[in-house]
């Protein structure tokens, strides 16, 4: 069959000398031939109203022999009028249509332009462009039942100047084909869509899932979710419940971000959602997270109420944890629809983002594990590196000084501490016996300890020079007390304020059995004398461990002061660690400084080998089955 | 990548390649559609669309590839889509797309196999 709605067009100038009633017929034959080729392409799913909607106009104003026509498709969640198709081509602006105008529009079949009903007058007034550029004469609502889809304005008829009653029916006919059309495509839009929505819910949820950097994680979260729900811009938040923070972790697209007041934040951008602070009257985006993360409940902020983003529609869920938490605020923003519109979300959309919530939950917990599971790893093997450097700074075997015994003892119990004792020879005969603890755990412990060694050992040799010249007792305190604040300066400068070693040092002179003693901080040492008495060295002339503060206020809070005992045949000195009198038995009860002297009065005339062992023994036995998470060490001084 | 927002069209003899970068929704897909459309009215109807820097498409972007196809089959042409990600193909798959058009790994094989 020839298509006769082309030539119809081409000859509508001689349409009165063509306009038998054979070709009226032609004319009808095609039509409902094209008519049921359009439908059943719609009906395949494959086609969309908007694609079709040119056809449809072409073949009514062919069919019905007139030039100029419009069809405009209404869309409810704007409530608006869009121009689809127009003769002659042509952008137009979308039409509003106002709740009272619908219902008029409803309630007729052909509204002759020139003329329309009071109650449309406004509506017509807004249309006047389009009714204009197309030469308007009649509109024709297109509905099915009491649903308003659209409209088809028709320009000036050719030849005649209304419709006749037949071609009237004609019309009726196809509008009614039109507005089925629509309501088809609506359908099919709406089942391919959320076939579309289903499937990305499906099939990002397992990728997501796999994801193992929380980085990625989250970037992925945000932009699924973005794609899901047809929207352009989208954010995660996540929570630190500790200090009830929300903290940006990652925005799509990037501007969003630097659109805000915040943006000086950047990506860090951290909302306090405390129960201090106050809620503004009109909740704002800000206060509807809080409340999203407070309440574990979706919620919505108009664009007049985002002064987060930049004045979008946002939409916000809580995102769940395994434990019933809640780990942060997926937020979505500016639902798009197809020609730009920025709609608003439905309840669908936030079943389905509330769904995609709980998966993008379970991915970001299993990032985060696996990101701690990684660092636990990193620190083991840290740990592992740091003790060896411990192991290496502590002596192997102690030396022999004459006249005395030296036993030491180092047990690793638990993270890498910071334990570390010596005994160093001095060029003069004398020895320098060091006990100290530094703070921390780890590499940086293990290395402020070797820190603390090196400036000991380099103090030590420097002393020893001046020590020659200088024997007597005084000088021998400022030189201690002064090595001392060289310490202090020296670990001060290399860790923080919650780095630094309780530490104390002897002075031996196995010559004149004189031990010097300085005290920073250091649990102070037992002195068990040969008739079981007993002192604790250090104890009243302690200064501040080292490293804690820079040496001017060292000097303003206590000086640190050497003092001296003299020892006799068959005195101990009992060096230890917090280790020892902190460790814990079954009942969480301490061993405290008392058993230790209990213990060392009982095995103080074994030679020192056999003290270390006794009073090992006797805090072993002590501690039982309990776990300990510090270390153990001691060091015997026997006079003999 | 995906807060870029270009489209770039590389005109041969007898096809056209359009590349587009960042994520397809209404604005891009739009932006697509007109550049698609005026290809097809000048007569260039094998095409092929470059996917590789848009990773993240929506349904609205859905549409509009469908709209470009519906075209190209009223005027007998060809479309192929290359560098797609393996989520975009399996959604090609899903959404049908696939039975109307080329799906390739690569902008070459892709413009060969007009």
């Known amino acids: 069959m020839k298509d006769p709605s082309k030539p119809l067009g081409d000859s509508l100038g001689t349409h009165k000398t063509q306009n038998t009633a054979e070709q009226t017929m032609e004319r009808l034959i095609f039509s409902l031939s094209e ?7 719609l009906i395949s799913g494959h086609s969309n109203f908007n694609h079709s909607s040119k056809t449809y106009l072409r073949i009514t104003l062919g069919t019905l022999q007139i030039r100029r026509g419009a069809i405009l498709r209404y869309h409810s969640t704007g409530q608006n009028l869009d121009v689809v198709a127009a003769t002659p081509e042509e952008v137009f602006s979308p039409i509003s249509v106002e709740a009272d105008e619908l219902e008029a529009l409803l309630k007729h079949s052909f509204i002759d332009n020139t003329d329309p009903p009071k109650s449309l007058k406004q509506f017509f007034a807004r249309s006047a462009k389009l009714s204009e550029a197309i030469d308007i004469r009649l509109w024709v609502p297109l509905k099915i039942q009491d649903e308003f889809l659209g409209m088809i304005g028709l320009g000036k008829f050719l030849a005649r100047d209304a419709l006749e009653a037949w071609e009237k029916e004609l019309l009726t006919t196809l509008t009614h084909q039109i507005s089925i059309a629509i309501a088809y495509s609506q359908m099919v839009e709406g089942i391919q869509s959320e076939k579309f929505r289903l499937f990305m819910l499906a099939e990002s949820a397992p990728q997501i899932c796999q994801l193992l950097q929380p980085e990625d994680a989250a970037e992925q979260v945000v932009q699924q979710a973005v794609s899901l729900l047809d929207a352009n811009a989208g954010a995660l938040m996540l929570t630190h419940t500790e200090q009830q923070e929300l903290e940006m972790r990652y925005a799509f697209p990037e501007t969003l971000i630097e659109n805000t007041a915040s943006q000086d934040n950047g990506n860090g951008l951290v909302i306090s959602y405390g129960e201090d602070t106050p809620v503004s009257e009109e909740p704002t985006s800000v206060d509807v997270l809080k409340s999203v993360v407070k309440e574990g409940i979706p919620g919505h902020c108009l664009p007049k109420s985002d002064t987060l983003f930049g004045g979008k529609n946002l939409m916000a869920v809580p995102i769940p944890g395994r434990d019933g938490d809640i780990l942060g605020v997926l937020i979505v923003g500016d639902k798009e629809e197809r020609g730009g519109r920025i709609t608003p979300f439905t309840d669908e959309d936030v079943v389905l983002l ?14 985060q594990l696996h990101q701690e599971a990684l660092e636990a790893r990193q620190l083991q093997a840290e740990m592992e590196e740091a003790r060896k450097i411990q192991v290496n700074l502590i002596p192997e075997t102690l030396p022999d000084i004459p006249g005395y015994e030296v036993a030491g003892h180092y047990e690793p119990r638990g993270p890498v501490g910071g334990d570390y004792y010596d005994c160093l020879p001095l060029s003069t005969g004398h020895w320098g016996l060091a006990i100290a603890d530094v703070s921390g755990k780890g590499m940086q412990a293990a290395l402020l300890m070797a820190t603390l060694r090196a400036g000991l050992i380099s103090e030590l040799s420097r002393a020893e020079s001046i ?16 090595m001392a604040m060289i310490l202090n300066s020296l670990l001060y400068a290399s860790g923080t304020e919650e780095k630094y070693a309780t530490f104390f040092y002897s002075h031996l002179n196995p010559e ?8 920073a901080g250091h649990n102070p040492p037992l002195l068990i004398k040969k008739d079981g008495t007993y002192k604790w060295l250090g104890e009243d002339v302690g200064g501040i461990p080292l490293g804690m503060f820079p040496n001017d206020m060292v000097s303003s809070i206590a000086d640190y002061e050497a003092e001296h005992v003299q020892l006799a045949s068959g005195d101990v000195v009992v060096y230890y660690t917090d280790g020892v009198t902190e460790t814990v038995n079954v009942e969480d009860d301490y061993y405290e400084e008392e058993r230790l002297v209990e213990a060392s009065q009982a095995c103080k005339d074994e030679p020192a080998e056999g003290i270390r062992k006794y009073l090992h023994n006797a805090v072993m036995e002590f501690q039982g089955e309990a776990d300990q998470f510090d270390d153990l060490t001691l060091l015997i001084l026997r006079k003999q | 990548m995906l807060n870029k927002f270009d489209i770039q069209i590389r005109e041969a003899q007898e096809h056209a390649v359009i590349e587009t970068t960042g994520y397809l929704n209404d604005a891009l897909g739009e932006q697509l559609s007109e550049k698609a459309q005026e290809l097809i009215q000048g007569g260039c109807v094998q095409l092929v669309i470059n996917l590789e820097k848009t990773t993240l498409i929506n349904s609205i972007g859905i549409s509009i590839l469908i709209e470009i196809i519906e075209s190209l089959e009223e005027r007998e042409g060809t479309l192929n889509f290359c560098g797609l990600s393996p989520t975009q193909e399996r959604t090609f798959r899903m959404m049908a797309i696939a039975k109307y058009a080329g799906i390739f790994p690569d902008e070459e094989s892709a413009v060969a196999n007009l």
């Open chain 1, 35 to 41: 008519l049921e080729h359009l439908g059943q392409t």
């Open chain 1, 354 to 367: 509330d769904s995609f919530a709980k998966q993008a939950g379970v991915a970001i917990e299993n990032a």
């Open chain 1, 467 to 482: 020590e020659q010249e200088t024997l007597n007792q005084s000088s021998l305190y400022t030189e201690i007390a002064n």
């Open chain 1, 512 to 519: 004149t059995d004189v031990l010097t003693t300085l005290n």
